[in-house]
């Protein structure tokens, strides 16, 4: 095994990690603002997905089709997650932790079969736009120009939440609101807004990565119930509630799934699950969490 | 005299479900009775998973792990090896709960969330041993035409044999929640540390809870695996283990029965609504919101709160 090889096996797993970091990042955000650990959250990057393969048709251009269908199919996601929020998770905040899980796990299975019955169970396939469908040669390693961008697109969300959440008041506010949630209110911020908020926000990030998956690989029917389980793996290795730790545990599941799938190409789901499960016993709370939370 | 009257109701109640049990299968087509098994095996299954959820008060998202390892247990002894049909009963029960045991060990160390998704970590991790080592578990494809005995193909008699298992399993299941190792459990889900406080050794009554919970689900995987004749590594998928919590929800875990009454409302929509429609999930994914949402007692504890309510 080469230098190069190993650089564009290490490539390849940073660029599967920010996908997975991009869906993750709104897991965690709501797990630790409203505490609810959501079962659909894969399922609205499926469909923001599929959203996107639906803009790319109507619009119908190779070059520009899918920079405008991304957006699009994101802000879509975002109306849709808003409903979703004020209708039915809204109503769950209140209850015991079965009740949320529950409601989710719901979500997924209706979510999941809309999808089957607007788009059908065949596979979907956006091309990569030509500009972004050529190699790149970073250090001697191939990578496609694509994953490049999918890369620095995680690293801007990355910067982008840092920025919203130390640097803007609405991140005060949310920040507060995890510390205190009965003073913030006596405080006179309008709670439900900030959960809406936050709900949308973690929504629209799950379909933009999405929609950058599409170029990715084909969109395939029940693609979400597999990257559920490695998201929630993410959010184990990295700590509940944690966004650096989101950062952290979807390069190492990414890395490992890469590294894994050279050489060992059937445990890769396996060994992930083992890195899971190590992490759970030996650190409940993950690389980044707080033991509190336990 | 409340007592007196409480216990004869329930005495009523018990003759009518035995009635109801042993009477049908002799009138209805074998169609009925198939689907009276599946209500049998999953409503056990269901039971099991509610000793966690009900009196444990943590919620497993991975008891399809050990429903798999029962069924292919029994389907990978009844196919490759030519021992006695008993043994092959009972060995899952031991392979599951030796498993649960092992994964347990760990589990019960958390709680809440933590111990949700540990026990999904597990299963998933017996899902893709099972999906991925072809040569021992057929992979994808699972087994198929697992042999039984001859009686056992009449579905009229499999219904019979299935009940007398199930029954005797509801009954040690009854007893052990209204043993005094039930009622620990039901004073550790109430307070954990205050249970821990009197002497009660937690993590050990929850990890053996745990392994019992196990091996009935071990239990119903090995009936399923005669009743079906077929198992698949789907058995052990996260999306299976949602079957029992669904049951329980529906049913009421507060209640001993809650989740039977589940598997029937379960099984009986699955058969009404699947002819027309290949959108199940669709159907039970919308009840299931709803439940949640409008009847969070599930359908017994609805039910008693308009009829009781106290």
Known sequence: ?294 | MEDKARTLRSRWWLSLIIALSIVPPMVIGSFWIQVLTEILILGMFAISFNLIFGLMGQISFGQGAYYALGAYTTALMLTKTSMAFPLCMVAPIVVSGICALIFGFFIVRLTGIYFAILSLAFAQLVHSVIFQWYDFTGGDNGIQGIPSPILLKNPFWNYYFTLVIVSAALIVMWFITKSSFGYTMRAIRDNSNRTGFVGVNVRKHMLINFAIAGMFAGLGGSLWAVFNHSVSPDLANWTHSGVPIFMTIIGGPSYFLGPLVGSIIYTLLFVFVTPFTEYWPLIIGTLIIFIVLFFSGGIVGTLELKIRPE
């Open chain 1, 1 to 294: 095994m080469t230098a190069s090889q190993i650089i564009g096996q290490i490539l390849s797993g940073i660029s599967r990690g920010m996908i997975l970091f991009l869906i993750s990042s709104g897991l965690t955000l709501i797990f630790s603002v409203m505490n609810i650990l959501n079962f659909a959250h894969a399922s609205f990057w499926l469909l923001g997905a599929y959203l996107t393969w639906t803009f790319w048709q109507i619009l119908y251009s190779p070059n520009f089709g899918l920079w405008i269908s991304i957006p699009l199919a994101s802000l879509t996601m975002a109306a849709i997650g808003w409903i979703i929020e004020v209708w039915l998770v809204r109503r769950v905040y209140e209850r015991p932790l079965t009740e949320q899980l529950l409601l989710t796990y719901g979500l997924a299975l209706v979510i999941g079969d809309v999808i089957k019955l607007t788009w059908g169970v065949a596979d979907r396939i956006v091309p990569k736009p030509k500009v972004v469908s050529g190699l790149m040669s970073i250090f001697g390693a191939p990578l496609p120009t694509y994953n490049l961008m999918v890369i620095i697109l995680g690293v801007l969300v990355a910067l982008g939440l840092w920025w919203l959440f130390y640097k803007t008041m609405f991140g005060r506010k949310v920040r507060a609101s995890v510390f205190s949630r009965e003073m913030i209110s006596a405080l006179g911020v309008p709670i439900h807004r900030i959960y809406a908020g936050v709900f949308v926000l973690s929504v629209f990030i799950a379909a933009l990565a999405g929609g950058m998956q599409a170029p990715l690989s084909s969109i395939t029917y029940g693609m979400d119930s597999t990257v559920i389980v490695e998201c929630f793996c993410v959010m184990v290795i990295g700590g509940f509630g944690s966004l650096l730790g989101a950062l952290v545990g979807s390069l190492t599941v990414g890395l490992i799934y890469a590294f894994a799938i050279m050489f060992v190409p059937r445990m890769a789901l396996f060994l992930i699950f083992i890195v899971t499960i190590i992490i759970l016993i030996v650190r409940p709370w993950g690389l980044f969490g707080t033991p509190m939370r336990v």
